[in-house]
């Protein structure tokens, strides 16, 4: 298991649905910290995947915070939805929404931690005036929409820009990473700053699932402690 600075947060986007309780119970048993549920509404991003109520189905199955990562048009129609399913993290897009502190002010009113994404083509200053409120930031690293994809390269200086600030502003967001995170650049990514490190394909496409998850937190915990 990772330490308690670093966070592993399984994608269920790269799930077996049919089989889903039981790959919970792998990746619970593994050491994982968070379960991460990416959704879309086939007009933010050109995907459709699930809404609160399988949200609503994973909680009832699970005891770990689910991370609920909004690529949705008007999330403030859906926040409190979510919430109300289980939710214990909610993330919406700097892109596209015009409101993005009041968005970040009706997660947290519900005692629900809320995270601000940027997506590969987004610089940091969009954000810089908010990262006062948030618990966390999510960096995409890879264009929104599927799974599967290769890590864009240029997203680390965004890592390196928030420690950065974090140090300067003396806020302790933490620093989230979506996509294309795997075993060849797990360990980078913890030694840049990351900290929770969010993994679908990787994980679930793996023949031993528990021992995937000890091997990221090898090299995270290695990444960590360099």
């Known amino acids: 298991m990772c330490s308690s600075e670093k966070f592993i947060a399984p994608s269920l986007l790269s799930a077996d649905f049919l089989h889903l309780e039981n790959e919970i119970k792998l990746i619970e048993e593994g050491g994982c910290h968070l379960i991460h549920c990416d959704i879309m509404d086939g007009k933010f991003v050109p995907n459709l995947t ?3 109520m399988i949200v609503k189905a994973v909680r009832k199955i699970t005891n770990l915070p689910i991370d ?3 690529m949705i048009k008007n999330p403030e129609n859906f926040i409190d939805e979510f919430i109300d399913a289980g939710a214990s993290y909610i993330s919406v897009h700097i892109e596209g929404n015009d409101h993005c502190d009041r968005l970040i002010n009706q997660i947290k009113n ?7 994404v940027i997506n590969p083509s987004t610089p940091v200053l969009m954000i810089k005036e908010l990262i006062n409120i948030v618990d966390f930031v999510l960096i ?14 240029y997203t ?3 890592i390196t820009e928030l420690v950065e600030l974090r140090k300067l502003i003396r806020n302790q967001f933490k620093i989230e990473i979506d996509g294309g995170v795997n075993l060849d650049n797990v360990e980078e990514l ?8 969010v993994a679908g394909s990787a994980i679930f496409n793996a023949e031993d ?4 998850i000890n091997e990221f937190s ?9």
Do not use: C, T, W
């Open 156 to 158: 680390k200086s965004k």
């Open 218 to 226: 090898e090299l995270i915990f290695r990444g960590y402690n360099e």
């Open 190 to 197: 913890s030694r840049l700053g990351v900290d929770i490190f």
């Open 50 to 52: 699930f809404g609160p």
């Open 68 to 70: 609920v990562h909004l």
């Open 110 to 116: 519900k005692n629900v931690k809320a995270g601000i």
């Open 209 to 212: 699932i528990k021992r995937r």
């Open 140 to 153: 995409m690293s890879v264009n929104p929409g599927f799974g599967g994809q290769s890590f864009i390269d």
